[in-house]
């Protein structure tokens, strides 16, 4: 699959709002789940997490990446420090920081999340969304690329594969460094 992949920015903001949809994506989460506290995640509606996205768009740096495909954006991974995504880094979670410095760490960043358009899914996007994020992390001084997916689904269409596929992370040549939750290792690709 050809696509065109683009760091988010404000000027990309209706295509990111068109992709994740009217209901905004995952049940209205608008890649907002690992920037907030399950607290804060209870009270939130569609419109709050729609409108805490699209102000960190809009504040940059971009918080991932947008993949093109003949002018329609078709899938989203969001990508960055790790502290840009603070729930990400819970004690509890089995996408934990090995060492919890790396939470508040510029140089170690993380991809959390993926969004694919029901009609791109299949095609091998997640592949080039990941290869894009090494190289956007690259470019951004990251020294280390983790993600927690999932080991098994029963599809792969499933919304659960929001953290992505371990295959995926495998192929790419990121390693698995821990394994807290069965099926949901820690990976970390060293750039």
């Known amino acids: 699959m050809e696509a065109d ?41 569609r419109q709050r997490n729609k409108d805490q996205i699209r102000e960190r768009i809009e504040a940059g740096p971009p918080p991932g990446l947008l993949a093109f495909e003949d002018g329609l954006a078709i899938g989203w991974m ?13 004690p509890g979670r089995g996408s934990a920081p090995l060492d919890p410095a790396d939470a508040a760490d510029p140089a170690v960043w993380a991809i959390s999340c993926f969004f694919i358009r029901n009609k791109a899914r299949g095609r091998g996007l997640t ?10 992390a ?41 394994e807290r939750k069965a099926g949901r290792p820690l990976m970390r690709l060293a750039l």
């Open 5 to 45: 992949i683009r760091p988010v920015t404000a000027a990309l903001w209706p295509a990111f709002e068109d992709l994740f949809g009217r209901q905004g994506a995952c049940y209205g989460c608008w890649c907002t789940h690992y920037r907030n506290a399950p607290s804060v995640r209870r009270e939130n509606n």
């Open 78 to 90: 969001q990508v960055g420090p790790r502290a840009d995504i603070p729930e990400w880094n819970n």
């Open 127 to 136: 592949h080039r969304l990941v290869s894009s994020g090494i190289d956007f």
């Open 138 to 178: 690259r470019q951004n001084g990251a020294r280390f690329l983790e993600a927690c997916p999932m080991d098994l689904s029963r599809d792969s269409r499933s919304v659960g594969l929001y953290v992505g596929s371990s295959r995926v992370f495998e192929k790419a040549g990121f390693e698995r460094v821990a």
